[in-house]
């Protein structure tokens, strides 16, 4: 296994509270609320979730990207948390159908991420004093900056994100032969919340989220 040579990084809470770590890739930075799931596996459904979107994950289990990725383990179609943040990172992985590493699923999704965090202080840390706003950089000599950009970045609480996770334009899901016929008000609904009523006899419309009763 080759060595990598990786960038120092930084987390800083909205508190001013500080955890260093390193850059998983690229160089970068990245705003969101911090939180955290406390998952064994799914990684890639977590990422993918509409319900993460524009947050910083942290993830409790130590070992992320051991399994690589499989397309069908998607959630949306693309990664929806704004950054991760993890203890130990694999480059490598090995499970048999996989389809890929986590580094390169990252990396073409152009999602900045940092490992090497003390993740067991930093999630005890937010079940204490709450979920916060946060940023991650390699910009680890310019605290001060980092810490205006973050004073200036919007709240979650209050946020309209049905917008940014819903589909744009309507879309069938299942058999169209099914026996059961419903209409989705997509407003992040999960892939396999659909997956599972196709399993159901069931064929699903999934319509925009400002789409009328009527339509």
Known sequence: ????????????LADGTIFY??????????????CFNTGMTGYQEIFTDPSYFGQ??????????????NQ????????????????NFSYNYSRVDASGSLFD?????????ISDVDTRALVSYIRENGAMNAVISTEVDDIDGLKEQLAD???????????????????????????YKIATLDIGVKKNILRNF???????KVFPFNSTFEE
């Open 198 to 204: 196709a399993k159901r006899d069931v064929y699903i």
């Open 21 to 34: 770590g390193k850059a998983i890739g690229k160089e970068g930075t990245a705003f969101g609320e911090v």
């Open 153 to 179: 970045f919007p709240q979650m609480e209050g946020l309209e994100l049905a917008s940014k996770v819903s589909t744009k334009e309507p879309y069938f899901f299942g058999d169209e032969n099914a026996t």
């Open 105 to 113: 699923f990252l990396d073409a999704h152009d999602l900045f991420a």
């Open 72 to 87: 069908s383990e998607m959630e949306s179609d693309s990664i929806k948390i704004s950054g991760l943040i993890c203890k």
């Open 1 to 12: 296994m080759k060595y990598k040579t990786r960038k120092k990084a930084v987390l800083l």
């Open 56 to 69: 910083l994950m942290v993830t409790t289990n130590p070992h992320i990207g051991n399994y690589g990725v």
